[in-house]
Nanobody
Framework: QVQLVESGGGLVQAGGSLRLSCAAS????????MGWYRQAPGKQRELVTT???????NYADSVKGRFTISRDNAKKMVYLQMNSLKPEDTAVYYC?????????????WGQGTQVTVSS
């Protein structure tokens, strides 16, 4: 069973930075892609960023130029560096991974970590 465990959330002032970490229970190369989603109170969960197995990345327009996804294959870790944080970045952030087996995709989620940005 796949486990994804996030850490690094917290309270930060606007303009500050945080780095979120996601520890996977198996090689991150076993996933077709990994990434981060977030969900603010009263809103739907939304994509923040993803990285594919070959290293291609994409970002939501709202975080481009401020957030960076990276990974450490040896440590089975994926990171989200968040700079120039804004109050609207406040949300629970979830690590997400997609694996594929016999033509079928499976989604895996972490438990989430709270990020609160004060104005």
């Amino acid at each position: 069973q796949v486990q994804l465990v996030e850490s690094g959330g917290g309270l930060v002032q606007a303009g500050g930075s945080l780095r979120l970490s996601c520890a996977a229970s198996r090689s991150i190369f076993s996933f077709n892609r990994m990434g981060w989603y977030r969900q603010a109170p009263g809103k739907q969960r939304e994509l923040v960023t993803t990285v594919t197995r070959d290293g291609s990345t994409n970002y939501a327009d709202s975080v481009k130029g401020r957030f960076t996804i990276s990974r450490d294959n040896a440590k089975k870790m994926v990171y989200l560096q968040m700079n120039s944080l804004k109050p609207e970045d406040t949300a629970v952030y979830y690590c997400h991974a997609v694996s594929r087996l016999l033509e079928r995709e499976y989604e895996h989620w972490g438990q989430g970590t709270q990020v609160t940005v004060s104005s």
